[in-house]
Antibody, heavy 121, light 106 residues
Framework: QVQLQESGPGLVKPSGTLSLTCAVS?????????WSWVRQPPGKGLEWIGE???????NYNPSLKSRVTISVDKSKNQFSLKLSSVTAADTAVYYC??????????????WGKGTTVTVSS | DIQMTQSPSSLSASVGDRVTITCQAS??????LNWYQQKPGKAPKLLIY???NLETGVPSRFSGSGSGTDFTFTISSLQPEDIATYYC????????FGPGTKVDIK
């Protein structure tokens, strides 16, 4: 079965760039799914960041779009998140998720365990 | 942008009680709504997709209904292991999560 594993620095300096990778195992990133990033600030709810298809097509949350880049590396079966100009408000647990697509139905059915990123000097 | 609201924000109920959570979208999203359960320190888990379809392996005490702008999530008989926060999420236009409903045992 498909498993996802986030990795990346746990501490990022203010104004820097947050970079995370999600490794996909047990399945191909080139399957008919979208691959998403979701974050959760401490004690708060879930926020969708954006998603990518293996073709490279992306969709982003408008509130983050100017700072977010999601990319895919099919050779490594992984996808990545870059968030620039970070502030303390970007401190959160970051999850990657597979979004399955069946006809016009989409749902995030496989999730990574999440990785905590703290923005601090 | 589509905004999602949920009510209540939290609730306490007894084991065996019927629990109902509502989710409202700021515009018509047809059936394009999912429900997730999140336990403390864990990743979210898909329970219901397309408003009313139960994800494989999810107990039948969980159900969802609704269309358009108003949706309902129900636990028919609350169990201790259902203590969690529940989120609705629309996928009609990009993706948006509701603010969540925290469910506790009374």
């Amino acid at each position: 079965q498909v498993q996802l594993q986030e990795s990346g620095p746990g501490l990022v300096k203010p104004s820097g760039t947050l970079s995370l990778t999600c490794a996909v195992s047990g399945g191909s990133i080139s399957s008919s799914n979208w691959w998403s990033w979701v974050r959760q600030p401490p004690g708060k709810g879930l926020e969708w960041i954006g998603e990518i298809y293996h073709s490279g097509s992306t969709n982003y949350n408008p509130s983050l779009k100017s700072r977010v880049t999601i990319s895919v590396d099919k050779s490594k079966n992984q996808f990545s998140l870059k968030l620039s100009s970070v502030t303390a408000a970007d401190t959160a647990v970051y999850y990657c998720a597979r979004e399955s697509a069946v006809a016009e139905i989409y749902y995030m059915d496989v999730w990574g365990k999440g990785t905590t990123v703290t923005v601090s000097s | 942008d589509i905004q999602m609201t949920q009510s209540p924000s939290s609730l306490s109920a007894s084991v065996g009680d019927r629990v109902t959570i509502t989710c409202q979208a700021s515009q018509d999203i047809s059936n394009y709504l999912n429900w997730y359960q999140q336990k403390p320190g864990k990743a979210p888990k898909l329970l219901i997709y397309d408003a009313s379809n139960l994800e494989t392996g999810v107990p039948s005490r969980f159900s969802g209904s609704g269309s358009g702008t108003d949706f309902t999530f129900t636990i028919s008989s609350l169990q201790p292991e259902d203590i969690a926060t529940y989120y609705c999420q629309q996928y009609d236009n990009l993706r948006t999560f509701g603010p969540g409903t925290k469910v506790d045992i009374k």
